[in-house]
């Protein structure tokens, strides 16, 4: 069990699975040294290297690179790695500090690589300087699959996004890098086999195969396998623009533009879509060395099979009762092929079926439900239904769902076994390079610390603690969730308005992505350049503020910094008032920014019933549940966070 | 003359010769579009390629390369530039847009390039989405010669560094790069026939010849030229690191560690000196192909060849009176030397000898005394002492300062002719990569509209509006002076002080190069990691706090805001107050806190008195001198900028 003051004390995220902190500081200065024993490995040389840049921006001391005989970092790796990263390779390593120095030890580069970043995050200000305290970690992970899902396809990432999010994931010690590279609204990828699908498929918006290379070994280098995933039969309408032979129905086919299931899917009874796919499965998994490849198989809606009179005679044919069937067959062909060429099939939970061989992977994403029933079939699975971003939800949410808990509880322990892990899930209908970051981070670090950290860590406040100190370093590894959050409110607001848009922008949140779906018609050329393109998931000023509101009505102090914060929302509407007219991007705030003034108007009110021991009288308390429920709707695809405190404060005004 | 109310509104920096606005914006949105007429240059296609996605950044708008028949900006040059950029060609241009088109026509690419920064700046958020106003730019420029130095040596600046300043000087129409490049305290560039110079004075940390020419590249297609300063014959240790030999002392030498005025100087009594700089600056001359070289020349004195007996036989039979005319005989062998290698030499203004032929240029550093007299003796010359940004002035001071006012005023109009314009110098004693962007921008912006714009230019409140815009935009170029001075704030204050830091920080300045020396013995090796570093150069709160103090007591509202600004100082200690001793870049704060902290208290006090139309009693005034002396001490190396706005106040009580 772990002294949980001590590890928020530590500030380590994730959590590691032991530690035993000790009195005695670690200094870190202009001396600072590493030294490498051990089996070498380059990618132990080369975090070594990204060490000593790191170190000197995280303390702002000029460090370089120093030798020396007593090296302040010790490394010790005991054995070699797998040429290609597995599944399962030893993860752990060993970090004990004393007040002289730290030895890291592993049995494998990936250990090394994780101490590494174990030790970054030890280093902290102290009165004698940066320094680490003493401890000993003797840490390993929970799951051996912790990933990350990146959709580049419904908006294009191009590769710096990529790479910042490798570095991000490595900090928090994820190894799945799941590269979802095509779908309806782009295929992103070069082929040389069938060029036409990114030549046509793409508008220009392709990695060649050197960027995907360039990916991987940058991928590796962090501990971190490639997954590439190609979905099929169905979201796949971007392929069938250049090779429209491959779908179920005559083409022209156009790259999709907005979001949705759509009618067009591959032919199932077509040899030359088994030819296609050999050829093409062939070329990528030459490319993609690692053992899985992801063939998507979600969301067939089945229109266009249907419509197929050849089609429905071939489900005849061979007594496939029903898509689901047609679809398993397609599967059945489709994991020989991969096979074939060398690899583990893996599929979203609606290839699930007993006809597949068992050593694929379902991937869960319509519920958790999938994933006990995945593991009761003998099939390995992954989680990713609670870790959707775009569902909005907050980290302490998301933090909590625990794959090997609800409807996986009652599983055997070899069924829990065949539980890989989870990946957190990234969609990009509401995406842009400018915004992406700041929607998987800090959030996605919650995440990590459930796939990685013993199932009993669940501190939601020290999570918080250490997620906001972990945000502002993975800004420093080149990260912009917070940088390009003030860029973009910097350009809603203008000149002029920057302060109070900050204060309105903490206190709201977007909608989920079916919330941007009712509101508008969107298409991949709309500009996410508004306030719920840049606001964030979660709001910690709101969060703040309800612990505060609790806090208070539960008789602590504070209820002058509570009314101090009411008075700084409710005046906020005045400094807004003159900028909506004159700037389109702005315009659509004016409701949302008046019902922020009449929501902190009712909590001092509120407040001021408190004060004189006083019920307000019937109608004020009507009123304000009026008002309510009003700022509980969605305005400007905003949901304003501060409500629930508010109607806290007011409950209790009118239960005097 | 420029109407000034329309300048602010159209929000241009530098503002241009010639603004006439009208009615009516052009719409900036997905269909922009842009084409090219007239004489083609890779400079302007390049610029042209930059412009998408600067328009999509600054828009949020997802604007890609669109072909149409009548573009929206239509570009049209017409003839050729020289095919190195030449002091004196001709920046000018003409743009004029309608509610449908925006045409850019110049004479040269060079008017091109800047017409499009122009082009950029007008490009503001309205009620119709983004737009730019109906207007017509007659533009060019005042002066020919706009430069920013940059010491590379005292601390080394990656390529980085200098080519996002690059970004930053085409922002803003500056037009030379000087690059000083060597200095006592490190040599910056590879010699292929002297290795041993960046070898062993660089500690590693210099330019390959490719970088350098990258740079030089990268410059021209921003219409900026590139002139290298190598300093000769003092500031010159880390030249004799390798070759002690060209030394007028004995060596071994060591790479200056600290700063000032170093003792070791080249002889000039020695031919192989003259060889060896024969051999450098031909190298050198051709991997620059600017017709400038700057021979540095300041700050010669005179510890070596005072004290040596072959220096001094050398002088008395050369007739050599002093070190002055010694110096003197160096720079003429020097002068012949650059000549033959094709150019024309610079130099600092301790050159400045009647014996140097009039084809050199002075730059004049001590004092704009020396520019005049350079004129007057009949030498072109630029002026750099107004605008050095180590000396900490504020934008509005160095933005007064005219090369042709005071000193020059009494300058004829041929001699007036001779002075070229002037240079931004940024000495590197105190700079890192990380806070240097703070330093350069955006005061530098006001001394580029100093040289650029009309000499009756002189409204600092409208220079300060639009420099605000300016200096967001300059961080979409890459710049990083305003997010490195958050993330070194948020390193300074540790996870839980970061709020209250940030108020600190908001109305203090670091003191200026002599305070610093003052303060402490610094080397090359220091941190740099302290408020002083970080803190701006301007205090924008101070400044607007200052205004609001002098509009309240001439008469006008605004007390409240002054008291509540007062009073959020005041309680900023409290905050703080806990964080000083767990950190030791905390620590130093503590006095500074505590005065901000007594200053806000005394004038909240004056208020009273104000209020009550009350005189406060003897003693508490004389408390309060007390109070404003005290803290107008530099303490921790930063000055408290609300000094004299609580000093008005006290005063204002007093004089009841």
């Not at 050329?525 to 503020?545: I, K």
Request: charged share 20%; aromatic share 8%.
């Amino acid at each position: 069990m772990i002294p949980t003051f001590f590890v928020a004390a530590l500030s380590l995220l994730p959590v590691p699975a032991k530690v035993a902190p000790d009195e005695g500081r670690l200094v870190i200065d202009q001396n600072f040294s590493v030294g490498v024993t051990g089996v070498g490995d380059p990618r132990i040389t080369d975090a070594v290297a990204r060490l000593i840049p790191c170190l000197a921006k995280k303390t702002g001391i000029p460090i370089g690179v120093v030798k020396a005989a007593n090296p302040t970092l010790l490394i010790h790796c005991l054995h070699a790695g797998a040429p290609v990263q597995q599944l399962g390779e030893d993860e752990s390593y060993q970090l004990e500090l004393t007040e002289t120095q730290a030895q890291l030890t592993a049995p494998n580069p990936l250990g090394i690589l994780h101490g590494i970043e174990t030790f970054v995050q030890l280093i902290e200000a102290s009165p004698g300087g940066f320094s680490a305290s003493v401890v000993k970690i003797d840490d390993r992970p929970r799951f051996p699959w912790r990933g990350l899902h990146l959709d580049v396809s419904r908006h294009w990432m191009p590769i710096e996004v990529v790479l910042r999010n490798l570095d991000g994931m490595a900090a928090v010690k994820l190894n799945v890098f799941h590269w979802h590279l095509s779908d309806d609204q782009g295929f992103r990828i070069e082929s040389k086999v069938y060029p036409k699908l990114q030549e046509l498929g793409s508008d220009g918006h392709y990695y060649t195969q050197d960027q995907v290379r360039k990916v991987i070994a940058y991928a590796r280098d962090r501990g971190i396998r490639v997954m590439p995933e190609f979905d099929v039969p169905a979201h796949a309408t971007a392929w069938l623009v250049g090779y429209p032979e491959l779908a179920a129905a005559p083409g022209p086919y156009e790259i999709g533009r907005h979001w949705g299931i759509f009618a067009p899917a591959m032919d199932p009874s077509k040899e030359a879509v088994y030819t296609f796919l050999d050829n093409f499965i062939g070329e990528m998994a030459k490319l993609f060395p690692d053992e899985y490849f992801h063939i998507g198989g979600d969301e067939v809606n089945g229109t266009q099979w249907n419509a197929s009179t050849s089609i429905q005679a071939f489900k005849k044919q061979h007594h496939l009762a029903d898509n689901h069937a047609l679809q398993a067959y397609f599967n059945q062909r489709l994991q020989a092929i991969v096979k074939k060429h060398g690899k583990h099939m893996v599929g979203w939970d609606e290839v699930l079926d007993p006809g597949l061989p068992k050593d694929i992977v379902i991937q869960s994403w319509r519920g958790p439900h999938s994933l006990a029933e995945a593991s009761r079939m003998g099939y390995d699975s992954l989680l990713s239904a609670p870790y959707y971003l775009d569902h909005m939800k907050t980290a302490a949410q998301m933090y909590l769902a625990d794959p090997l808990e609800g409807e996986s509880s009652g599983l055997t322990p070899e069924q829990q076994q065949r539980v890989l892990g989870g990946e957190v899930a990234t969609w990009s209908e509401y995406l842009t390079p400018e915004n992406i970051d700041s929607r998987i981070w800090p959030r996605t670090a919650a995440i990590a610390e459930r796939f990685w950290s013993p199932q009993d860590q669940k501190d939601v406040a020290s999570l918080y603690e250490r997620s906001a100190i972990l945000s502002r370093e993975l800004e420093d590894l080149g990260l912009l969730h917070k940088s390009n959050y003030r860029m973009m409110l910097e350009r809603i607001a203008g000149p002029t308005a920057l302060e109070p848009l900050k204060t309105l922008a903490s206190v709201v949140s977007p909608v989920n992505l079916g919330g941007r779906a009712r509101a508008r018609q969107y298409t991949q050329q709309t500009p996410l350049n508004r306030l719920c393109d840049a606001a964030l998931p979660e709001s910690a000023t709101a969060r703040r503020f309800q612990k505060s509101v609790e806090d208070m009505l539960a008789g602590q102090s504070g209820r002058d910094s509570i009314r101090l914060q009411l008075m700084l929302w409710r005046e906020n509407e005045a400094a807004l008032r003159p900028e909506f007219d004159g700037n389109n991007l702005m315009h659509e705030l004016a409701p949302v920014s008046a019902n922020v003034s009449a929501l902190a108007g009712a909590g001092l009110a509120a407040l001021d019933a408190l004060d004189a021991h006083q019920r307000p009288a019937d109608a004020w308390i009507g009123e304000q549940h009026a008002l309510l429920a009003n700022a509980r709707k969605p305005q400007a695809e905003l949901i304003i966070q501060i409500v629930p405190a508010i109607q806290k404060l007011v409950d209790a005004a009118a239960a005097l």
